[in-house]
């Protein structure tokens, strides 16, 4: 009887645990479709089509330190701009990035496509964490 209960149990929780990932698996993809929109009318024109950047100039998205090691940062860039020297996979920027203008879903999705992307792989940003940081700016 102890064992069906420990099965039982066992079997739920890794029931539950499939659900939750694969909503979450289907939310992060929507929100990567719709950021690759906003991205590819906002974005592509500096930050290239595979996210590489212009060199020099335009810091890379793809497989970037910078981009994956602070989320709140990433949010907070997409929200004011970035201005002044920033490091990125190594190497020195200092240039300019304007505020994107976008809503706090259109950053969520933006920053899912860009972390999920060439070579990146993050956690699903959510308008929640969105929202936060620009109360906070």
Sequence with gaps: MKNT????????????SFSFTTVQDAALKKSMADGKSVYEGLCIACHMNEGQGIANVFPPLAKSDFLMKDLDRSIKIMIVGQQGEITVNGKKYNGVMPPTGLDDKGIADVLNYVRNSWGNKGDIVTVAQVTKVRAKK
């Design 5 to 16: 209960f420990i099965l039982f149990a066992v079997l739920a929780v890794a029931t539950i």
